[in-house]
């Protein structure tokens, strides 16, 4: 089960120098896909001139068709999946931007959170800008449309100056494609080759599928420009503290993938283990809630010695609609997703491990569906600390406000999800699983200890809807 | 990685005497989705009249409206989800089939197949019958048609007496609904209930998902009839041997379900502990090649002491079409389903588990992805039999050509996936770990000795297609 | 405005011995789309075996993609447009029907209706038939397959003995088509031949687009067998009084056709005069309803003297659906597909001319439009005869009670329509128009002096349904 | 046949102070279709905010649901229909333009082609702005956005005298409605009420639709704001000589409305009447190209005396796309739509009238098909001049180029087409026809005089493509 943090959950791919750069970038956003579902989009260059296909939708929909990459052209390609992000859910804020300005065309992928979005756009207005969409990216082509200085790197530097937040950046030119992480690092981006082609993926996974060399990450205030003749690195902003966010390892990445110098589904196990040093239970058996709560719960068993089941067998053709009967059925949602395996549940103990909760709704029906199955005790296990401070770096307000932990304690949780047991993962285990050999990660959204100051901070968000279904 | 096998490859759904039939066979179907997703259908009837609403594709998007419930109106409601069977893949040959005849309207859902089709089509086309589908079970119809025998019961008895196959049938008319399970019991089919209504379904997590109560499997040649006053049980063909399909345990069945009294997961993993039994291999881990071979993966381990590991990551966004790269990917296909987890493989010996293999070219790819990913000894188990003689209640001749066993010997199939070593479970482990208390199994695809006999048996397949992809 | 009287409204194409012959159906039945506008079908034969595509909607829609063509090959092909039928609106009822039966397979194309399907079906089902389809067309198809006789053109007269109604048939076997026309000749039927191929089509336009010269009309009770061989004639049936269906004339046919030996066009005008010779009335100007309406506008137009003008403006993007406002616009319908030349028509006395009147709302629509844009009398002069008996060759008891003719008084449509004077060609006045040198037409619907006898005639229709909307 | 003159072609409609403001602006667009049949969008205000939908297509099937009304709530709406402008036809173009601001959102739809529009471009480029679409509407936002002065219209009025060329304009915003035609009133705009409810129409037969009342047509250099307080007019434009374009009358403008102050329809019968008294022809009949010659046709058959007759017959179902038979047909294209009446023409000396010759090529294929069925001549006569000198108001270069009129003599085009002979009515029979009273109409295309003096007029055009289809 995922946190809903939506703005972060988008993923960019972007290769130059290949003759095939639209189709390789399909295959990458694919492999990209679980960092965003709602809509997608690919911008080619020929060297002349610019190609766009976006539409809403998963990846092998949009581009489910060979004709479509005969208008995508050209041996430069970025492409972008995106999750509901600040922008509404409609396809002129499907990404990525396309538009002209006084040197060409230019086209932008963003994966990440402006902070001050809103200040530079009256600014912006101000001055006679207008807006065409609803996402915080336009800001960053304004920003460098507007700019004085005379190459593209200097303006993308100088507006990248004026923007506060996380971002990872794709800009594809006639001639060029640019790459930028922001100074703290917050979101992953790696850097790989393919023959003499460059590729640039959010994720290490995406290289993978297109049997790219993975080279290694790009670093937190880079940016990497690739033309026809190769590709040069620059760090024009000040440096800072590294803070990649910790919540990529708990939930975000695919586990296949290797971020922030470590593979993703060893860091898993190893909160499993951690948890397991933490929580000490007696029990028969633990589950995880899958997929995402697999490898925690499997490090748990490791470490417990108590047997790993998968006491929760996922439907693998659930649909984007679902017609409900009238009739309640109990714990409809989450039973169209999960069944229990009742012969191996029943008179059990069972932990069952998940990697959140968010507004407990969901938990609090997988619990008792356990329970319904025959468990005799259901003790739940996060593998992640509760989330009390908003994250800046993504969640809204009004998100947040849904998200239980940030106003209850965690035994109002328990008994809330009904649980025999609740236990988080300590902030200092989730910092010692993950390792802090290098880096430094960002935390605030469990110690309230921000990377980035704010002069005010907004307000409390409070706890409503527990009603309301994941 | 699913054999294939396309026609067993059905599932069926009914309840009556519910006011939201049409709804709950849609959710019904829902969980039998595994079973076939070429098409889906669901005949409703209102005591007056049958409505039908049918269409190619995932059950989510065929029912993915409202509005279409409102023309399924009434108490009784069968349906269908299809893989490709013996008809071929067009609208046409969606079932639910729905006809008149002489004694009104009459809608059937049927997963198996018949042996003596074309024998009794060809009567029937004697006669003056025409053929509207190209779907064996019109011939079920056109039989019960024509019997001289005066009541449904009747008709529907003396037109199977004709039928030589396997055969789970859902007969829906105005006022009843009957279903039928082979005298040989090949398929799975049970009965529950809900409140006061009869629901009868392929497997039992689709009464899980409905919160139906399992009231018991129906048996091997019996016949239940369902109307306003209840149910009844008949038993009008001659008693044989029970001679269920082994193969539902191995991958055709959802691992939640109970199928001829046992839950399949247990079974799976049991699966996994025989092999472990037969095979003792010195490795540094065992993965699963997933969903699949997941429980029997957990099961070698577990008897094995070798660790479980998730080296094979599964991405959950793969689509029905997939454009190519011009420039060939190595392993293309595979990669799109599976990455492997490179940092837990690298320099370790490997067994992977996987529950079939058909041509063989899919488990080569997999060995040799997780080969590259720096695996040094890939050894490949198999939690079934090799399968070398001919399904009559099922396989096409021409699909059976593609099985690799049934040309080649193990050690042919592993030196053609490159495998250091090659296990099959033995038909006798097999057994052993299914458990042989009440039933004997239908074994014939790997020993020969079928449960019917035929005159004269077609010739023996040859294999051709190595290079095809599964 | 179009007579509603559906089950006439259908077109069939078919070509035999042309290397194209899909796609020139599929241009066939382009020309013949306005016979049926609900669903269209094509079979095509390639020698050895026939290939089916059908669809919902118009051939535009359904046959516009190159790569259906590609699944219809062949040197034969019949297809067929249909209109709301005898059978209900969905995909299971799309013509040409195709099965199998022991003579291999055999596809059929129906543009007619038969006055005894009931109790034929009845006796089918009596022997065991099943019915799969609602259509009277599958009726010829279990005739064609119970028949004893031998040779396929001895099965299709066999079984068409026991029809009684209208019909024109197009059937396609692996090797042959045979065209019928009822021995009636209710319906209109021709035959062409583009190069060495034959064709047949329901009007002549069709052979007008594909270029094929207009050889002759299938004569009533006709049988044409087309084979590699060519083309043979056969006149099985027993000879009775031809009766073509005089409404084809008013309104069925496309005005560049010509049927039963006239051009379509020259008839309407001819209509319109003898309507002036009838309707003498003082007035500024004549407007047609458009489009059909037109001609018979015309020729009242040169009779009287009284200028024609085009009074009503039609508006060529009429979609199918159409989402109104809740605040009523007054002739709302009408006004969405005809708009007044308001300063034409502003303080003249106006006669408008259509070709029929059905439930009376929209000419009294019409009326009151025409009076809003100003005129100063409103005269309504139809070019057809009203319609007071049922016609058992097509119109369904149902829709026949919502024509206004059969339970009211020209006076009392008159006053309903709010025109200042209401006349209607005469029977006689029609059969003049038309001539009478050759054949006698069907008028049985506004004599009731039927072609056929029936032993009881239904009970006559009411009218009630004053305010729906035509 | 219509003129190829795309970007003239779009149509807008608005309505302010109404509770069903979209609903009713879909019936304007459906009125106004013929203006524009690529794309349609309406933007609704609620008095708060701005609601757009979109899409490409027609107004039927764009606006095909009642859902997407639930969608547009308020009582101000805009909309626009559009055929390909100098803008390409993908989403992104379609209009109206929505956009966010200093003073907020504003929503924008044009009608008309702006001759200065790089220029400003590049302008707006070098102060930092950027460009999403490639509409010269965009153009219009961005001065106004950056304009200095403080009031909405004065910002309008601001950016308009930037702007040089043909526009009617409708601006939306939270709180009122602001309509605009330019100084020399190049294209029609008029003005109704509905109740309280103002309404803004390209032509009234968008008003008829919705029973609005016709105040008015807005005058050139006339801005009309329309907010809860009502209406107010300004003519802040220095005020230059009208030029309306006299095409509107030849073929842009439905023929029941009312434009310039004239009814179309008349205005057209009196181009027939005109080209009679230029042209007397022997002839049997005279017959248009349907459906625009038809009035003409109608005037010269009145003047001259000849028999007016529709000898060539439309198909009403023609769709999008249409695939050909590899054999070719003749005429294939016109065929589709037109096929002539032979009975009546066999043998016949006919005038056929059409309002324009494009290519020559529908001409051509038009002359040889009445041939073909008989014609003994065959006569052309064209309700408009042969237009020689670029619009610069409209028509592209390139697509000027295939302008068969603007290189080559009437008697070479003659030739060309194969007509027995070709008349073009003159500029001073089109300028009289349509009666100068009030108004000296833009002749530029066929006089080469133009209302806006260019610097630098751009090349002759080369005519090329004379294979083209219309």
Same mark, same amino acid.
């Given at each position: 089960?995922?946190?809903?943090?939506?703005?972060?959950?988008?993923?960019? &791919?972007?290769?130059?120098?290949?003759?095939?750069?639209?189709? %390789? =970038?399909?295959?990458?956003?694919?492999? %990209?896909?679980?960092?965003?579902?709602?809509?997608? /989009?690919?911008?080619?260059?020929?060297?002349?001139?610019?190609?766009?296909?976006?539409?809403?939708?998963?990846?092998?929909?949009?581009?489910?068709?060979?004709?479509?990459?005969?208008?995508?052209?050209?041996?430069?390609?970025?492409?972008?999946?995106?999750?509901?992000?600040?922008?509404?859910?409609?396809?002129? #804020?499907?990404?990525?931007?396309?538009? !002209?300005?006084?040197? /060409?065309?230019?086209?932008?992928?963003?994966?990440? #959170?402006?902070?001050?979005?809103?200040?530079?756009? *009256?600014?912006?207005?101000?001055?006679?800008?207008? +807006?065409?969409?609803?996402? *915080?990216?336009?800001?960053?082509?304004?920003?460098?449309?507007?700019?004085?200085?005379?190459?593209? %790197?200097?303006?993308?530097?100088?507006?990248?100056?004026?923007?506060?937040?996380?971002?990872?950046?794709?800009?594809?030119?006639?001639?060029?494609?640019?790459?930028?992480?922001?100074?703290?690092?917050?979101?992953? %981006?790696?850097?790989?080759?393919?023959?003499?082609?460059?590729?640039?993926?959010?994720?290490?996974?995406?290289?993978?599928?297109?049997?790219?060399? +993975?080279? $290694?990450?790009?670093?937190?205030?880079?940016?990497?420009?690739?033309?026809?003749?190769?590709?040069?690195?620059?760090?024009?902003?000040?440096?800072?503290?590294?803070?990649?966010?910790?919540?990529?390892?708990?939930?975000?990445?695919?586990? !296949?993938?290797?971020?922030? /110098?470590?593979?993703?589904?060893?860091?898993?196990?190893?909160?499993?283990?951690?948890?397991? $040093?933490? +929580?000490?239970?007696?029990?028969? @058996?633990?589950?995880?809630?899958?997929?995402?709560?697999?490898?925690?719960? @499997?490090?748990?068993?490791?470490?417990?010695?108590?047997? &790993?089941?998968?006491?929760?067998? $996922?439907?693998?053709?659930?649909?984007?609609? +679902?017609?409900?009967?009238?009739?309640?059925?109990?714990?409809? /949602?989450?039973?169209?997703?999960?069944?229990?395996?009742?012969?191996?549940?029943?008179?059990?103990?069972?932990?069952?491990?998940? !990697?959140?909760?968010?507004?407990? =709704? =969901?938990?609090?029906?997988?619990?008792?569906?356990?329970? #319904?199955?025959?468990?005799?005790?259901?003790?739940?296990?996060?593998?992640?600390?509760?989330?009390?401070?908003?994250?800046?770096?993504?969640?809204?307000?009004?998100?947040?406000?849904?998200?239980?932990?940030?106003?209850?304690?965690?035994?109002?949780? $328990?008994?809330?999800?009904?649980? !025999?047991?609740?236990?988080?993962? =300590?902030?200092?285990?989730?910092?010692?699983?993950?390792?802090?050999? #290098?880096?430094?990660?960002?935390?605030?959204?469990?110690?309230?200890?921000?990377?980035?100051? &704010?002069?005010?901070?907004?307000?409390?968000?409070?706890?409503?809807?527990?009603?309301?279904?994941?």
């Amino acid at each position: 089960m995922k946190l809903y943090c939506p703005e972060e959950e988008c993923g960019i &791919f972007g290769i130059f120098g290949h003759p095939e750069a639209a189709n %390789l =970038t399909y295959l990458g956003l694919y492999a %990209l896909q679980h960092r965003g579902q709602e809509s997608c /989009g690919i911008v080619s260059s020929d060297g002349a001139s610019l190609h766009a296909h976006k539409g809403m939708g998963l990846v092998a929909d949009v581009f489910g068709n060979q004709e479509i990459f005969k208008q995508l052209p050209g041996e430069g390609a970025i492409g972008h999946v995106r999750y509901s992000t600040t922008g509404s859910s409609v396809i002129k #804020n499907v990404q990525p931007i396309m538009v !002209d300005y006084s040197r /060409g065309s230019i086209a932008v992928a963003h994966n990440g #959170n402006i902070v001050n979005a809103q200040i530079i756009k *009256d600014e912006l207005e101000a001055w006679g800008s207008i +807006f065409q969409t609803t996402m *915080d990216t336009e800001i960053i082509v304004h920003l460098l449309a507007t700019s004085k200085t005379s190459s593209l %790197l200097e303006r993308i530097a100088d507006a990248l100056q004026r923007i506060r937040g996380a971002y990872c950046l794709l800009f594809q030119t006639e001639t060029r494609m640019i790459a930028v992480r922001d100074p703290h690092g917050y979101r992953p %981006l790696c850097l790989g080759k393919l023959g003499n082609a460059y590729v640039v993926a959010s994720e290490s996974c995406a290289l993978d599928l297109i049997e790219a060399e +993975f080279i $290694r990450e790009i670093e937190p205030g880079e940016i990497v420009e690739i033309t026809k003749n190769g590709m040069t690195s620059h760090f024009p902003f000040k440096k800072v503290a590294p803070a990649p966010c910790i919540f990529e390892f708990v939930y975000f990445a695919r586990p !296949d993938s290797t971020i922030f /110098g470590k593979n993703v589904y060893l860091v898993r196990k190893e909160l499993g283990r951690q948890l397991a $040093r933490e +929580f000490r239970i007696e029990a028969d @058996m633990v589950i995880p809630v899958p997929d995402s709560g697999v490898p925690a719960a @499997m490090g748990y068993a490791e470490e417990s010695g108590i047997p &790993f089941e998968l006491g929760l067998i $996922r439907n693998h053709y659930v649909g984007r609609t +679902f017609i409900e009967p009238q009739q309640a059925i109990r714990h409809f /949602g989450v039973k169209i997703k999960l069944n229990p395996v009742r012969e191996l549940i029943k008179g059990k103990r069972v932990i069952v491990i998940d !990697d959140s909760i968010v507004r407990g =709704t =969901t938990s609090r029906k997988i619990v008792k569906m356990v329970r #319904n199955a025959g468990a005799s005790e259901v003790h739940v296990l996060i593998s992640s600390p509760p989330t009390s401070y908003p994250c800046y770096y993504g969640i809204d307000t009004p998100n947040r406000k849904e998200l239980i932990s940030s106003s209850h304690t965690v035994d109002e949780i $328990r008994r809330y999800i009904t649980a !025999d047991s609740l236990g988080y993962l =300590t902030p200092e285990g989730l910092t010692q699983a993950v390792g802090t050999e #290098n880096t430094s990660y960002c935390r605030a959204c469990f110690t309230g200890d921000y990377p980035i100051k &704010f002069p005010q901070l907004r307000p409390e968000p409070q706890l409503g809807l527990f009603e309301k279904e994941s």
